[in-house]
């Protein structure tokens, strides 16, 4: 026998399936590999870096979103704002956020092809 779900709570059913599919998408560390080809910055109000847009030679993702609040290492903040990142290729510690990469960590890879 079925029961009959309205669509407000059908609504909220599918709404909680998906906040918690992302919340749990949200706790993996997503590693790959890839070179930088572009930079995007995004400014506040306050005219200062809100956040960048990364795009990269990755062949399953072109951009990942960097957050200094998000970073474990204040340095990769100052290496995008300073362009040091520049012919060098890196492995990315990324999570996802609501199907977006957000990165939280990067090492230089000196033998990437």
């Known amino acids: 026998m079925r029961t009959h779900i309205s ?14 599919m992302t919340k ?7 590693k790959f590999a890839g070179k930088i080809i ?12 809100y956040f960048y847009q990364l795009d990269i ?3 399953n993702i072109d951009k990942i ?4 609040k998000k970073l474990q290492r204040n340095q990769i903040w100052q290496d995008i704002e300073q362009s040091n990142y520049l012919g060098k290729k890196y ?16 090492q230089e890879l000196k033998d990437y092809e």
């Open 38 to 49: 572009n930079r995007w910055k995004r400014i506040s109000d306050k005219n200062k870096p």
């Open 57 to 59: 030679d990755n062949e």
């Open 91 to 106: 492995g990315f510690s990324c999570k996802n956020y609501m199907g977006n990469y957000g990165l939280i960590d990067w």
């Open 7 to 20: 669509q407000d709570h059908h609504l909220q059913l599918i709404l909680t399936k998906f906040y918690n």
């Open 24 to 30: 749990k998408r949200s706790n993996y560390i997503y």
């Open 65 to 68: 979103f960097v957050f200094q």
